[in-house]
């Protein structure tokens, strides 16, 4: 059981370069999420989604795509990467509701920058 | 809209001495759920406790402890006798209480513990 798992850890781009970053979770979770890391800012809601096929916008949305076309994966793609877009990106996992919000269970994170 | 604050960016103390990590939150919802999470410096988050907004009991967990108080909006979290393993990022985090709320987190901007020798 690996959990959530994303990649790359580390990853630089160049300004105007695309990329997907990857998420993968095998506790059969139907709600994944997409936070990203800054200093002084705590974490921010990218994206999130409460099944296969099912997506919306949180916070910090512009600038990020997501599709989940199955239950495991939920990658977060960057359409033209800008330097405001290096952070630490998160994903998240959680299971349905049992009568209690569950917790959040999240990857390594991925470091991201941009030049 | 929902806020966290978590006014104390930065925290230091030595080994054994007890301190106290402050949250104070905002939101229009009568049914919310408050959470804390450790980053340590190997950089993952790490869950420690789930509240609801209907309990406002403290918990103890061996040497960690948690004060809801919904009269002041703070759930503040008090580590006893502290160890240098505690030294993180200590986040305060909230979601509505309804189905998929875990999924939709607002944190605040987390406090640096740091517990010297």
């Known amino acids: 059981n690996a959990g959530v798992t994303q990649t790359p850890k580390f990853q630089v781009l160049k300004t105007g370069q695309s990329m997907t970053l990857q998420c993968a979770q095998d506790?059969?979770?139907?709600?994944m999420s997409w936070y990203r890391q800054d200093p002084g800012m705590g974490l921010r809601l990218i994206h999130y989604?409460?099944?296969?096929?099912?997506?919306d916008q949180g916070e910090v949305p512009n600038g990020y795509n997501v599709s989940r076309s199955t239950t495991e994966d939920f990658p977060l793609r960057l359409l033209s990467a800008a330097p405001s877009q290096t952070s630490v990106y998160f994903c998240?996992?959680?299971?349905?509701?049992?009568?209690?919000?569950?917790?959040?269970?999240f990857g390594q994170g991925t470091r991201l920058t941009v030049v | 809209a929902q806020k966290v604050t978590q006014a104390q960016t930065e925290i230091s103390v030595v080994e054994k001495e007890d301190v106290t990590l402050d949250c104070v939150y905002e939101t229009r919802d009568t049914t919310y759920y408050l959470f804390w999470y450790k980053q340590p410096p190997s950089g993952e988050l790490v869950f420690l406790i789930r509240r609801n907004s209907f309990d406002e009991q403290n918990e103890i967990s061996g040497r960690y402890s948690w004060n809801f108080q919904k009269s002041t909006s703070s759930f503040n979290f008090t580590i006893t006798a502290s160890q240098v393993v505690d030294s993180a990022v200590y986040f305060c985090a909230l979601s509505k209480g309804v189905t998929g709320g875990g999924n939709k987190l607002t944190f605040g901007t987390g406090t640096q513990l740091k517990v010297e020798l």
């Open positions: 989604s409460v099944g296969a096929g099912i997506t």
């Open positions: 506790m059969n979770h139907e709600y």
């Open positions: 998240a996992s959680s299971y349905e509701w049992t009568g209690v919000v569950p917790e959040a269970f």
